[in-house]
């Protein structure tokens, strides 16, 4: 779990792993950190002391590439970056997080849905060039695929932490406009369509984003803000649709 997320405090490896006992966890994850398997950074909290993050120990490289069937080396590099990661740039990478392990647990209560690939930002990089000439680059914070009783579903990810600017988010979603045309997805993930997912700090921030997007286009847009992100409301209709009104649930048109 530390490898795949990354970064996981106590409670909410508690919820992904049904561990209620606070005792037991705690006695488990210092042993898992006296032997180096997992390792602790602690990061400022709005209440009290700092909270201790966990994340894959030295000794745990090796186990977890061969569990997850990845490049060791991959794994060493992901875990070196968060070693050297400034705490201002870790919010980000936390928001990521959040909406991850939300979407995880709404997912344990739906035997008939199934995350079926998550990848990373670095993970996801785009480029392709338009018949005219032009080239894009896309970096999504993410990407996951949805099956829902065989159906598929294609999402990409971007975490808005009230930091881009409109000009650049509505340059990002001309990028993502003209990445839905014909044949690149399709070339590259094997699929017709795909939905952009934008989580944004606050509704406030939501609004504005919405509209500037809504500038370029109308259609694979949806949002959210953080106070929605639990695993209770994650799939129901917590989402906005550019272009229209209302609210939608994740796997509706």
Not at 5 to 16: D, E, I, S, T, V
Not at 33 to 41: A, E, K, L
Not at 58 to 77: Q, S
Request: glycine fraction near 6%; proline fraction near 4%; charge should be positive.
């Amino acid at each position: 779990m530390v490898c795949e997320f990354g970064l996981l405090f106590r409670k909410q490896l508690q919820r992904l792993l049904d561990f209620p006992c606070v005792t037991r966890i705690n006695i488990r994850l210092k042993k898992l950190s006296d032997y180096g398997y997992i390792s602790q950074r602690f990061l400022p909290s709005l209440k009290g002391n700092p909270m201790a993050h966990y994340f894959l120990g030295p000794r745990g490289v090796e186990i977890a590439a061969k569990a997850l069937g990845k490049d060791p080396l991959l794994i060493k590099r992901e875990r070196e970056c968060l070693l050297e990661q400034k705490n201002l740039f870790l919010n980000h990478f936390l928001f990521i997080n959040e909406f991850r392990l939300a979407l995880t647990l709404a997912l344990k209560d739906q035997p008939q849905m199934m995350l079926e690939s998550w990848l990373k930002e670095k993970e996801c990089s785009i480029e392709f060039s338009l018949p005219e000439g032009t080239e894009h680059i896309l970096r999504p914070d993410g990407y996951f695929r949805l099956f829902s009783q065989w159906k598929r579903y294609d999402f990409f990810l971007e975490a808005d932490c009230s930091t881009m600017s409109n000009a650049r988010m509505k340059s990002k979603a001309k990028a993502y406009f003209d990445y839905s045309r014909p044949g690149l997805f399709e070339h590259d993930f094997g699929s017709q369509y795909f939905r952009v997912l934008v989580i944004t700090k606050t509704q406030e921030r939501l609004l504005n984003v919405k509209t500037a997007i809504e500038d370029v286009t109308k259609g694979i847009f949806y949002f959210t803000a953080q106070n929605q992100l639990n695993k209770n409301l994650i799939l129901d209709r917590i989402w906005q649709h550019a272009g229209r009104q209302g609210f939608f649930s994740l796997l509706e048109s």
